[in-house]
């Protein structure tokens, strides 16, 4: 049976370093609250996921020291320290860690800022895997929310320079200049600006209750953050 590892990479939440680009209108200590709710959603969606097919979830953590406050956020959870000097770098240097010396034969890293992100996705991300030599779940901002690989692949990461429109459409390209097949899955979303949030509130309101709720508390006891512009 292929031994399978799920990562979500994560920072502690901290005002005036975490989710700056919401940053005004948010204050920090807001922009870091929302995004402690966004982190605490995607690990119910990991959770979920669980049910769905088997794998060994493990938060990728930042910054060093923060080791204690993912413990008790979630117990239920391996952690994996970033190491890196950029996203890059740190999401090959995770991906790269659990293919060889974590003995993985399978992978999948992703965000924790897509709160609304169906756990079928995710099983859908290994599933995708026994065929293709990598997933992709794609972002319409031109970034993706999830990459999953069966062998370490460092041209797709350090190739490819992050946070820029041009992420998936660099990934893809390196991925065919090493002969690597990818399988594309659902397209979402993230929430880097208020725009998104307005965005996810709209979809929230017409999505089931049991959705995304640590989000929902938040915008619910924050509805200046709700009606941002």
């Not at 005002?15 to 948010?26: H, M, V």
Request: charged share 20%.
């Amino acid at each position: 049976m292929i031994k399978r590892a799920l990562l979500v990479v994560a920072k502690r939440p901290t005002p005036g370093q975490t989710k700056t680009r919401l940053s005004p209108p948010l204050s920090g200590e807001q922009a870091a609250a929302l995004y402690a709710c966004f982190l605490r959603d995607t690990l119910d969606i990991v959770r979920a996921a669980q049910k769905l097919c088997d794998f060994v979830p493990i938060i990728s953590y930042a910054p060093e020291g923060a080791e204690a406050y993912f413990r008790e956020l979630a117990p239920d959870f391996e952690l994996l320290l970033q190491n890196g000097a950029d996203l890059s770098q740190r999401l090959h240097h995770a991906t790269a860690y659990c293919l060889t010396v974590g003995g993985y034969g399978q992978a999948v890293i992703m965000d924790s800022d897509s709160p609304t992100l169906p756990a079928d996705c995710l099983r859908a991300a290994f599933a995708e895997l026994d065929n293709a030599d990598v997933t992709l779940g794609t972002c319409d901002d031109g970034g993706y929310y999830l990459i999953g690989l069966k062998a370490p692949a460092s041209h797709l990461f350090l190739g490819v320079t992050m946070s820029t429109p041009q992420v998936v459409t660099d990934t893809l390209a390196c991925a065919a200049k090493d002969g690597l097949t990818v399988a594309r899955l659902p397209e979402w979303y993230d929430i880097d600006y208020v725009a998104d949030i307005r965005r996810l509130v709209a979809e929230l309101d017409n999505l089931p209750l049991e959705i995304a709720q640590h989000t929902r508390v938040f915008l619910a006891a924050n509805p200046t953050v709700r009606e941002s512009r």
